[in-house]
C-alpha cells in the first residue's frame, strides 16, 4: 500500500547548494519582502499584483493575521526526532534547541532534517513545519482561498517551494501503513513520552482473513524490490550467526506479556496488532519487554485507532516505560514476516532509533496461534528484527532476522494484565470474527482448549489466580 519507504529516494538531480543552512539564499531573499514590488518574479512586481504560491512568506501570513509570532508554535517531526522553533514578527524561525535564526522555513527545516539524515538534500519546508500542529501548506493555500479566490486553481497545488516531488520517504507524514487501520496522527502530542512515536497502526488489524496458505519464500530468492510481488509474501527469517555476524542486543520479555498478546491472538479470526512497552539501557545494550498493549480497534476505524494510540502513550508513560516495539498475529500461518511487515518494522527501528539518543532498537513479535504447522497447542510466537540490506543494493527487501531472546517467567498475574484481558473479552464480544470457542479446533479439543493450553506455558506458577483466568473462560465460552 502507500506507506513511506525505510530508505530514502535516488537525490534529486539538481547539484545540492554548497550552503548547508539556508538552502537557495537568493530564493528566501526573494520571498522575504514580496510585499514591496522589488520586482522580483516571485513577487508578481507590484504589491497589487497576483502572488505567486512562492512568494507568500510567513511575513506575508503574519501581516495578513493568518499566524501570529509567539514562542514553540512551529515544530517539524523528522524520523522520530521533534524540532521545535519560535516564530518572530519578523517572518524569522529561532530553533529553540540552539538558538540559531532560520530566514524561511525550509531553511530550518533543511538544516535539522540533515542533522538526523545527512543524506537529505533539501527540507520540504512548507509541507514540514507544522503551526500550533497544522502543516504551513493549510496556512498558505488559506491565504490564497481568502486573498486571491480568482486565481487559477493550479496555482494552488503547485508544490510549495517546488520540493515536494520528494514527500514519499519524509516520515513525518505519517501514513497509515497499508491504509485502514492506522491514523495519521502529530506523534508530538502529548502523552507521546519525549515524542516517542506511535506507529500509525501496521495495516488494518482484522483485515484478512487467511484462505489459502501461504508458501514462505527464502530471502536470497527474492533479488530487488519488485512491485509486482504479493506484499503478503511470507519470508523465511534468517539467524545472525548464519551471516557470521552477532545480533546487536539483547532481550528479555517477561512471560506476562507472552501470555497477554497469545490470548489477544487467539480471540478472532483477523489479524490483531499491539504495542510493546519496556525499557531499554545502553550500558547493557539489554531490551527488557515488560508489558503488551492491545490496540482494540476494527478495521479501518482510523477514528479509533486515534484515540487507543493516544491511550496506550498516557499508559506508557504513566508506568515510566518506553515504546520498545509492537506485535501483530497471523491467525491461521506460519509466525513468519510477510514482506509488507519487513517494510513496516524497517520503517518503525527508523522511527524509534531517533537521533542525538544514539541507537535504540525497536522489537517485532509475531504470534501465529491457529498455525496447524504448529508442533503442540502452543502458539508460536517468534522475535523478528531488520537488518538493512547492503549498501551497494539498495533497492532490495530489508532482511528479517530471528533474534534470540530470553524469557522472564513473571511469578504472578498483575491486575492490569487481568483487566486488559477482560477488556478484550468485552471488545470483541459478538464480533463476526470472534472465535467460536466450543467448536473443535482438533480431532478432541475445542478452540478453547486450545487457548489453555496455549496459555498454561505462559501462566506464573502461582495458583492463586487460577480462579479469575476460569472467569474470564467462562466470559468466552458466553460471548461466542
Partial sequence: GARPRALPPPPPPTPAPEDEDELEPGLDEAEAEPETGSGTKAAGGTRGAVLTRRGITLRVLLRDGLLEPARGVLSIYYLGKKFVGDLGADGTITWQETGQVFNSPSAWATHCKRLVNPAKKSGCGWASVRYKGQKLDQYKAAWLRKHQPNAPPAEESLASEGEEEEMPEDEEEEVALGGGGGVPRDPGQPGSSDGALCFADHGPPGKRLESKPRVPVRYCTLGTRDSARNPQTLVEVTSFAAINKFQPFNVAISSNVLLLLDFHSHLTRSEVVGYLGGRWDTNTQLLTVLRAFPCRTRLGDAEAAGAVEEEICQSLFLRGLSLVGWYHSHPFGPALPSLHDI?????????????????????????????????????????????????????????????????????????????????????????????KFQELWSQDQTYLDKLKGSLASRTPKDQSFTHILEQIYSLLKLSS
Fill in 343 to 435: 517494510d513496516a518494522q524497517m520503517d518503525y527501528q527508523l522511527k524509534l532509533q531517533g537521533s542525538g539518543n544514539g541507537f535504540q532498537p525497536c522489537l517485532a513479535l509475531i504470534c501465529g496461534p491457529y498455525y496447524h504447522g504448529n508442533p503442540g497447542v502452543e502458539s508460536k510466537i517468534a522475535p523478528f528484527w531488520v537488518m538493512p540490506p547492503p549498501e551497494q543494493r539498495p533497492n532490495d527487501y530489508g532482511i528479517p532476522m530471528d533474534v534470540e531472546v530470553a524469557y522472564i517467567q513473571d511469578g504472578f498475574l498483575t491486575n492490569d494484565v487481568l483487566q486488559e484481558m477482560t477488556l478484550l473479552v468485552e471488545f470483541y464480544k459478538g464480533a463476526p470474527d470472534l472465535v
